[in-house]
């Protein structure tokens, strides 16, 4: 009889989880931890069944712009995926952004919350992509006190009600940065009626369908640079179909995130509020960078789980040289590096998304407003990075069914790739955890975050990654303080290779901890492999790179090359 090879299987997501339950088994009061169980046990449900199934059979399918009706009007109509759709309805009723305004569980209502992103997040075809920004839209405007707009759009940001809900658009990027964004060149004009328009182009607006948008834009005699601009509340909500001022250029045509309605827009004179006063505006929309950036960190792991999962299972079915790939020695030692990734980038987002949710109850002390103010980059930048390359390897375990499109396997690394892009690259976000280095002292900090959670910890198998955990975030710390005072420009050449050491040693402490707690309340040693394998893959890659080498390995200087 012919071959057929079994496609790999997903059962309940929040069930088959242990890293996430061991997790919430840690980091909740049980009561909090009994009573939101059910809710993401659900959603686990629906990950792993009828929404990953509808996600596999709507592979094909992409978003379409239609500029023109058949009598010649411009009405930039958007259709999403069916996927989309009932995404949207999922995510909405489920409160995946709502549960963490609710605040039912007040601090820990946003380790709820990610929860239930993380497991929503890899059936739905970055649908978080929207719920991102909405959650960033409404945290903003909640900081900048303005009433009117609070009241106007949070309400609708955070609703459960689909017909009424709304997600919100993050306009930054124009031609002229998507990093760099005080050249941003969108004007904003005061008419004689007192209202404000916005004329200029975004190159890279994600998720056009949504009802409204936060956007910079540069008030008509404001100086140049960043302080120039200031933040703009545009909504879209109107009539369907064409949104005035606004026109859809085209949608981009990307190597991942295929489902994400992501256009180039021009804006002709679309009316705008003012959010937070006529300048500063990266600094009013900072809030947002830092809840779409942990919302990243999830993506990432969320992304990373799901391939894992899936390897796994193929590796239990899938027969080569005699037995399952479960059974081979070097299969199941790639794998069991990928997992240790994985789960080191687990607990440094899950620790940053506590502290996010300590800030908004106000319970924060200021070193742990520091501490979040770094952790957010370091925790975006590095589990990026992880994410794409663990993914990569996912696929190489399928071997050429990886590569093959019809599996939904290929998906899985281009969508991965946008997390190192968006919301700031790994070197724009390295530069950003640097500066906050230099001003704030938050690295010392970091330290004492890093010996804290070393303390205590006696198991001996445990103790190699103690030990790498903090020689690394020494040498880290050794290292800038002498390229601060004697080479800047080295200390900017380096400032990757030490934010990824330092995301790693917070991830690897992290994972030492958790380990002597599963080994002592849950009897697990699984969480203590993890530790011991993450630290072999390495943690430290902080190392001295001489000028010379990196500008003739660059080739971006015009010399002769002598
Ligand atoms: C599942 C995945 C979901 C993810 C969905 C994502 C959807 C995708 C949408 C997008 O990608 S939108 C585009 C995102 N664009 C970026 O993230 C821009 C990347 N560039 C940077 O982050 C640059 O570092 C930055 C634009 C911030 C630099 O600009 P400037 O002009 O050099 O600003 P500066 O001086 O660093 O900061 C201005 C003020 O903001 C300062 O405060 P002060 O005015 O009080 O001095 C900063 O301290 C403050 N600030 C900047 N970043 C901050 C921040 N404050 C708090 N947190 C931050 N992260």
Redesign the pocket.
Known sequence: MAFYQDPPTLGNQYDDDRVLRSYLARALPREVAASITPSLREMGELAGGRLYQLQLADRANEPKLTSWDAWGRRIDHVEVTELWKEAARIACERGVVATAYERAHGAFSRVHQFALAYLF?ASSD?Y??P???TDGAARTLLASDNRALIDRAVPRLTSRDPAAAWTSG????ERTG?????RSETAARLGPDGAYRLHGTKW?A??TTSEMALTLARPEGNPE???GLALFYVELAGEAGRREGVLINRLKDKLGTRKVPTAELTLDGVLATPVAGLS?G??AI??M??V??T??A??AIAGMRRGLALARSYAQSRVQFGTTLAEKPLHMDTLAELQAEFEGAFHLTFRAIELLGREETGSLTDSEAKLL?LI??LAKLTTAKQAVSVLSEVLEAFGGAGYVEDTGLPRLLRDAQV?TI????TN??A??AL?VILKDGSLDILAAEVARLLTGVVEPKLAEAETSASRAVSHARAWIKEMAAADRPGLEAGARRVAITLGRALQLALLVRHAAWAMDRERSRTALAAAIQFERNGVDCIRDHDRDTIEALAETRQRPDT
Do not use: H, K, Y
């Not at 993050?170 to 990027?173: F, I, K, P, S």
């Not at 998507?178 to 005080?182: L, M, Q, Y």
């Not at 968006?422 to 690259?425: I, L, N, R, S, V």
């Open positions: 997040d970055v978080t992509c719920l991102a920004m993050q306009w930054m990027t998507g990093s760099d964004v005080g890279f994600s998720s640079g960043s302080r500063n990266v600094r900072a809030p960078l830092n779409t950036r919302w990243n999830i993506g103010r957010i980059p997390l968006w919301e700031g690259t724009v976000l530069l950003d500066r």
